[in-house]
C-alpha cells in the first residue's frame, strides 16, 4: 500500500525558507512519480513541483519557479521540497503525491505538476507565511 507523510510546515516570516519532507512507502520508487501540491483556504488544489525516481526529471509550477526546488534521497526513501523566498501568496496547505506504476514515470511530470493525475496523497502539512 502506498503511504505519503508530510512534515516540516509551520510559520515563517515573508522571504524566508522553509523544508518540506515526504517519506514514502509501499512501491517501487523508480517507477512513480512524486509531486507536491498545495491548497489555500478557498482556492483549488494547485501543482508546485514533481520529479520522477527513475532520472530525477522535475518539473514546477509557474508560480515558484526559481524560488522551489523539488529533490528526493532515494536511500531515505524521501522527497523533500525547498522552499525559499516564501510571499504570503505562498501560505496553503502542502500535500505530497505519487503516482504509478508506469513504463515511463517521468512523462507523469509533463508539461507541469498535475493534481488530477495522482492517486496517492498524504495528509498534508500546513504552512503559513506572515509578512
Known amino acids: 500500500e502506498v503511504q505519503l507523510v508530510e512534515s516540516g510546515g509551520g510559520l515563517v516570516q515573508a522571504g524566508g525558507s522553509l523544508t518540506l519532507s515526504c517519506v514514502a512507502s509501499g512501491f517501487t520508487f523508480d517507477k512513480y512519480a512524486i509531486g507536491w501540491f498545495r491548497q489555500a483556504a478557498g482556492k483549488e488544489r494547485e501543482g508546485v513541483a514533481c520529479i520522477a525516481y527513475s532520472d530525477g526529471h522535475t518539473s514546477y509550477g509557474d508560480s515558484v519557479k526559481g524560488r522551489f526546488t523539488i529533490s528526493s534521497d532515494n536511500a531515505k526513501n524521501t522527497v523533500y521540497l525547498q522552499m525559499n523566498n516564501l510571499q504570503d501568496e505562498d501560505t496553503a496547505i502542502y500535500y505530497c503525491?505519487?503516482?504509478?506504476?508506469?513504463?515511463?514515470?517521468?512523462?507523469?511530470?509533463?508539461?507541469?505538476?498535475?493534481?488530477?493525475?495522482?492517486?496517492?496523497w498524504g495528509q498534508g502539512t500546513q504552512v503559513t507565511v506572515s509578512s
Open positions: 503525491a505519487a503516482e504509478g506504476p508506469a513504463r515511463l514515470p517521468w512523462l507523469t511530470c509533463l508539461p507541469r505538476p498535475r493534481h488530477y493525475v495522482f492517486a496517492s
